[in-house]
């Protein structure tokens, strides 16, 4: 089955600054690579996702790139703010007409330092 | 989350015994699951379901029962309840893409304790 690595576990960033969070996934046939974030006490949230067919991706201040060769995926947060403190997971899937089945990686806590 | 409850937030019970989750959500959404969320391990696949009554496993099933009898709600059972399943277990349900934000909405959790 698919394994999604992601690192690092923890990151800690100065407000203002950008933070990256890396993941590799193993099955070539994953199409569908989402970004959920998780505050304290609550279920994860999607905050962006990206496709196979998709290079990158921008939403604001959030970004996601795909290299399918490589089989790697990047969160990219720029001018971060402390309520981006929170935890951050991605997840692979092939993508299936809503039936997503997704698998996550293990989880990166952010932390923007004021 | 709006659209999807879950109950009960919080429970401890004891080793052995039997234990219910019930997810319920408002959108009519055909496909449902359940994960479990432990330090280390980020999200795992329980079971899910792809309609009423048609349920199949994920990759953490052992010891964990569902049933679906209707569209609305996901049952999750613990048939004998151990240790090893002190965790806080999520719903989450999906839907054909219909646009840029499709994917799973996530419940807000069940954190269950087994002592």
């Known amino acids: 089955g698919e394994n999604v690595e992601q690192h690092p576990s923890t990151l800690s960033v100065q407000e203002g600054d950008s933070a990256v969070i890396k993941c590799t996934y193993s099955?070539?046939?994953?199409?569908?690579f989402p970004w959920y974030k998780q505050e304290l006490g609550k279920g994860p949230q999607l905050i962006i996702d990206?496709?196979?067919?998709?290079g990158e991706k921008k939403d604001q201040r959030i970004a996601v790139t795909l290299n399918k060769t490589a089989k790697h995926f990047s969160l990219h947060i720029t001018e971060t703010q402390p309520e981006d403190s929170a935890v951050y997971f991605c997840?692979?899937?092939?993508?299936?007409?809503?039936?997503?089945?997704?698998?996550f990686g293990t989880g990166t806590r952010l932390t923007i330092i004021p | 989350d709006a659209g999807i409850t879950q109950s009960p937030r919080h429970k401890v019970t004891e080793t052995g015994t039997p234990v219910t989750l019930r997810c319920h959500q408002t959108?009519?959404?055909?496909?449902m699951y359940w994960y479990r969320q432990d330090p280390g391990h980020g999200l795992r696949l329980i079971h899910y379901?792809?309609?009423?009554?048609?349920?199949d496993k994920g990759e953490v099933s052992d010891g964990y029962s569902v049933s679906r009898s209707k569209t609305e709600d996901f049952l999750l059972t613990l048939e004998s309840a151990t240790s090893s399943q002190t965790s806080v277990y999520f719903c989450?349900?999906?839907?054909?893409?219909?646009?840029?934000?499709?994917?799973?909405?996530f419940g807000s959790g069940t954190r269950l304790t087994v002592v």
């Open positions: 959108e009519n959404h055909r496909y």
């Open positions: 099955d070539s046939a994953s199409n569908y």
């Open positions: 997840a692979a899937s092939i993508s299936n007409f809503g039936n997503e089945k997704l698998t």
């Open positions: 379901s792809y309609g009423v009554k048609d349920t």
């Open positions: 989450a349900i999906s839907a054909p893409g219909a646009g840029a934000r499709d994917g799973y909405t």
């Open positions: 990206i496709r196979s067919n998709v």
